[in-house]
């Protein structure tokens, strides 16, 4: 399995950027994706995810601003970001489960496949 992210790169604050991840020998094609990311001497941490039921999960600081889509035709995951902050700064990840995830989408340990990642960068 691999996982190519792209999309990332260096905008103001207020704008937007749309990430995408293709996955190739990927044929879970039920299974959980999502993204992470992780800021200059920060952890890794949950952004959005795909729940077992194809429901969505965001973390707080992006509620409203951030919207998952996944295309199966493609096997690609997207990450629209609307209106950016300085603190959605950081290193973003795909990451793809082999399994459904009814709980923990926005955990690290509830993912076995990871991509590189893309720079994001907000300035103010």
């Known amino acids: 399995v691999k996982l190519v992210e792209s999309g990332g790169g260096s905008v103001q604050a207020g704008g937007s950027l749309r990430l995408s991840c293709s996955a190739s020998g990927y044929t879970y094609s039920s299974a959980s994706m999502g993204w992470f990311r992780q800021a200059p001497g920060k952890r890794r941490e949950g952004v959005a995810g795909?729940?077992?039921?194809?429901?969505?999960s965001y973390a707080d600081s992006v509620k409203g601003r951030f919207t998952i889509s996944r295309d199966y035709a493609k096997n690609t995951l997207y990450l629209q970001m609307n209106n950016l902050i300085p603190e959605d700064t950081g290193l973003y990840y795909c990451?793809?489960?082999?399994?459904?995830?009814?709980?923990?989408?926005?955990?690290?340990?509830?993912?076995?496949?990871w991509g590189q990642g893309t720079q994001v960068t907000v300035s103010s």
């Open positions: 990451a793809a489960s082999r399994a459904r995830l009814w709980a923990g989408v926005l955990l690290e340990s509830a993912y076995n496949f």
């Open positions: 795909f729940n077992g039921d194809g429901g969505t």
